[in-house]
Each structure stands twice: as C-alpha cells, then as structure tokens.
C-alpha cells in the first residue's frame, strides 16, 4: 500500500519522518510510528476494549472490560479505516447524515 500523503504530513510530535519516496509505502509509515512509540516510551494498550473514560483535572481514568483502571494524560479513539470501521455506540451515530466507509477522496 502507498499512502497519497507525503511524509511530512504524516509526521507526528515534530519527530521528522524520513522516506526514500515521494509517497511512503505502508512499511515505511508503520515502522516510523513504531520509532514514534518507541521514543516517546508511550504505554500502548492494543487491541483493549474500553468500557468507560471520565476526564479528571490533569487525567483521564479509563476502565477496560478486564477492570483493568487506566491513567493517562491522552486517549486515542481508533475507530477502522475504508470500509472496516469500528463502531463506537453513541448517540447519533446512526444518523442518516453520518457514514462509515470511506467514500470520497
């Protein structure tokens, strides 16, 4: 897969990300953001299911679906991509005007 953004746009944190392309490949974009992970040492909980977050004053506490109470100063929402989404059960999410596959580029 090669993404149809450039490197600089899918940079995070200020951390440059350096591609032998003008168009980096799926490879290059998660083997950097793996490097991102690494040396931002950020505790990763994949592929866990969260049952709850309430915003403290400097904190989120998140509770997972093992009970498990988590601290943290941000939370990532990942919700699919194209058509595989993840639904996240809210209100409003079946609204005739909201969409979950990926249709317009």
Excluded: W
Aim: charged share 25%; hydrophobic share 30%.
């Amino acid at each position: 897969m090669t993404f149809f953004s450039t490197p600089e746009l899918l940079q995070l944190d200020n951390i440059p990300f350096i591609s032998t392309n003008i168009r980096p490949t799926r490879i290059e974009v998660m083997e950097y953001y793996r490097k991102v992970v690494e040396y931002r040492q950020l505790n990763l909980q994949l592929h866990t299911k969260v049952t709850s977050i309430s915003k403290g004053k400097s904190f989120f506490k998140i509770s997972t679906c093992d009970h498990k109470y988590i601290k943290s100063t941000h939370v990532v929402v990942a919700t699919g991509y194209f058509d595989n989404t993840n639904r996240v059960n809210v209100e409003g999410e079946d609204l005739a005007h909201e969409t979950h596959y990926y249709g317009e580029p």
